[in-house]
């Protein structure tokens, strides 16, 4: 439990509701996170971003991702029925301690990006032998 | 909620012709929305109808599906989306701390508001959004009239 109070799961500000309606129209990725012993494994459904466009930043212990969505309409186009939201994704996971903030590893595939966040090395599980 | 449908027969060029969602705006809230057009699917990916002189365009949201994992159809006028997105991408030793993502079997199926070239229907998935092309039939599209 400690780990988890630890780890990268914590709701943003925006997911809470609290400032949403002050941003531009913004769209919070459904995410995945899970954890091995080395590393935390987050996958953000960001289905039609563009792989230039999404930045991953660390930012006063936040992990901030964002990307702008790419209009899906073609110019011209007259919208029949809307259920996808336009605008941008973002999303912020706090960190906590045991986490290597130099060693992200972001990847984008299928519209889902997947980041790996090694632990550092104190918090790493250690198997102690017995004597 | 499930709306099934065989409840929206009737035409109406705006909203009526969609499944899942049912004759009034105020559906457009209601946990019916959500529902899977078909039984056994965990989810129903959301999507965008939109048109142009020659085609409609049906774009939906599939992320994390692979190409091979989709099934389109189409059959008297309901374009059906169909498929399976894999259900785990984490290995065996790693511990879930959250768990947002739909997975499992998905489908959803569009009552399109034009007869369609069945023959002419294309579709791409790319980044996780399926984009579905399909030409207007020559009666559905605008002509112009002139006037002698």
């Known amino acids: 439990m400690t780990q988890l109070n630890n780890a990268v799961v914590k709701k943003s500000e925006a997911e809470s509701g609290q400032g949403a309606f002050l941003r531009a129209p913004m769209s919070i990725p459904a995410s995945d996170v899970s954890e ?29 991702v964002r990307a702008p969505m790419t209009p899906i309409h073609g110019e011209g186009a007259a ?16 960190l906590g ?31 102690i032998v017995i004597r | 909620m499930l709306v099934r449908f065989e409840e929206h027969q009737s035409f109406d060029p705006l909203i009526g012709q969609l499944l899942g969602f049912g004759r009034d705006v105020d559906s457009l ?25 020659e085609e409609v365009v049906v774009v939906a949201e599939l992320p994390g599906v692979k190409k091979e994992e989709v099934k389109i159809s189409l059959e008297k006028g309901v374009l059906t989306i169909k498929g399976k997105r894999e259900e785990d991408t984490t290995s065996g030793d790693a511990r879930g701390l959250l768990r ?41 599209r605008a002509h112009e009239i002139t006037v002698r």
């Open chain 1, 36 to 64: 091995t012993g080395e590393a935390y494994l987050l996958h953000l459904d960001m289905p039609g971003a563009q792989k230039e466009a999404i930045s991953v930043t660390v930012v006063d212990g936040m992990l901030v």
């Open chain 1, 79 to 94: 919208v029949l029925y809307r259920e996808i939201r336009t605008g941008a994704y973002e999303r912020r996971f706090t």
């Open chain 2, 29 to 53: 809230y209601d946990s019916s929305f959500e529902s899977p057009a078909v039984e056994d699917a965990a989810f129903a990916p959301h999507l965008d109808v939109s048109e142009n002189k």
């Open chain 1, 97 to 127: 301690e045991g986490i290597d903030r130099n060693n992200v590893d972001a990847r984008y595939e299928n519209g889902v990006l997947a980041l790996r966040l090694l632990k550092s090395e104190a918090s790493k599980p250690k198997e």
């Open chain 2, 100 to 140: 947002e993502q739909r997975r499992g079997k998905f489908a959803r199926m569009v009552r399109l508001p034009y007869e369609v070239d069945a023959a002419k229907v294309s579709a791409e998935l790319s980044d996780g959004l399926l984009r579905i092309v399909l030409p207007k039939a020559e009666a559905a």
